[in-house]
């Protein structure tokens, strides 16, 4: 079974810095996906980048970016130019391949409360 | 907005009824999964739907069972309620697998007294 950490449980930065979240996994695959998932008061998951195993180009998206590093299984956020929007729980999670289309569903870490003080 | 729409947002039940979850799925989309997220955890993974069968399951008892419609729509039952199953009830859709990612309704808060 794949498991997902998340090590920070909270992290707090001024408007406009850069912050990094970390994420580390264990799996035995070789080819999966991985994900960043924002979760503000209102409840809902809201994708915020996705990275594909195999790929070994970082995803960025606007002021996010991954760093991905598959032979130490690390899966870092970071988040530029951070915005008071930006406040919310993020999730990292996995998702297998080989379990024929998400069939095992994702797999989530414990979260990390990100604050963004004005 | 991600086009999946949870109902109802808030449910109380008494422990030991029966409660249904419904959940319409991103239009297109023909993949639907659920979740519980107990209070301060990630989400943990309940089962899948993909045409209308079930092809994955986490683990969890056979009281949590569901339903997928012919529109893609579901439903979450769960019987014989627990206290412990007070939770934030997540559905996602996806098109096939999540490789492209999944893409969340807002939630049933489900409290069990």
């Known amino acids: 079974a794949q498991t997902v950490t998340q090590s920070q449980p909270e992290m707090s930065v001024q408007e406009a810095e850069t912050v990094t979240l970390s994420c580390t996994y264990d799996?035995?695959?070789?080819?999966?996906?991985l994900f960043w998932y924002k979760q503000p008061p209102s409840r809902q998951m809201i994708l915020v980048i996705r990275?594909?195993?195999?790929?070994?180009q970082n995803a960025t998206e606007n002021r996010f970016s991954v760093n991905f590093q598959k032979a130490a299984k690390s899966f870092s956020l970071k988040i530029s130019d951070s915005q008071l929007g930006d406040t919310a729980m993020y999730f990292c999670a996995f998702m297998s391949v080989y379990s024929g289309g998400g069939a095992d569903g994702l797999t989530f870490g414990k979260g990390t409360h990100l604050i963004i003080q004005p | 907005e991600t086009g999946v729409t949870q109902s109802p947002t808030h449910l109380i039940k008494t422990r030991g009824q029966q409660v249904t979850l419904r959940c319409s799925s991103q239009?297109?989309?023909?993949?639907v999964s659920w979740y519980q997220q107990a209070l301060g955890q990630g989400p943990q993974f309940i089962f899948q739907?993909?045409?209308?069968?079930?092809?994955g399951r986490g683990n969890f008892p056979p009281r949590f069972s569901g339903l997928q419609f012919p529109n893609y729509s579901s439903e979450l039952n769960v019987n014989a309620l627990e206290l412990d199953d007070s939770a934030l009830y997540l559905c996602?859709?996806?098109?096939?697998?999540?490789?492209?990612?999944?893409?969340f309704g807002q939630g049933t808060r489900l409290t069990v007294v």
């Open positions: 239009s297109g989309h023909n993949t």
């Open positions: 990275q594909e195993a195999y790929k070994q």
């Open positions: 799996t035995s695959e070789n080819n999966y996906y």
């Open positions: 739907y993909y045409r209308e069968e079930e092809n």
């Open positions: 996602a859709s996806s098109l096939g697998g999540y490789g492209r990612g999944a893409f």
